[in-house]
């Protein structure tokens, strides 16, 4: 799917649909965004750490790590 750039396919992004939804729901993600445009975009980060992860040598865990940290803080610095 990420090499072929299409959208993704509904059976594959309900259940991330249903846990940002549930995220949505709690006040912790925010409702300005369209939800297609959060689940895709979680997606892409996730391509895009795959890539340059696989070739900087880094295990899966630390890839879905990033891109999970990436998609809910962004690029700001950490806060201690």
């Given at each position: 799917?990420?090499?072929?750039?299409?959208?993704?396919?509904?059976?594959?992004?309900?259940?991330?649909?249903?846990?940002?939804?549930?995220?949505?729901?709690?006040?912790?993600?925010?409702?300005?965004?369209?939800?297609?445009?959060?689940?895709?975009?979680?997606?892409?980060?996730?391509?895009?750490?795959?890539?340059?992860?696989?070739?900087?040598?880094?295990?899966?865990?630390?890839m879905s790590s990033i891109a999970l940290r990436l998609?809910?803080?962004?690029?700001?610095?950490?806060?201690?």
């Amino acid at each position: 799917m990420l090499r072929e750039r299409r959208p993704p396919q509904p059976g594959f992004t309900a259940p991330l649909e249903a846990i940002l939804e549930r995220g949505r729901e709690g006040g912790e993600i925010r409702t300005d965004v369209p939800l297609t445009t959060l689940v895709e975009s979680l997606l892409v980060l996730v391509g895009a750490c795959v890539r340059t992860g696989t070739a900087a040598g880094m295990g899966v865990e630390d890839m879905s790590s990033i891109a999970l940290r990436l998609f809910l803080t962004g690029a700001r610095l950490a806060a201690d």
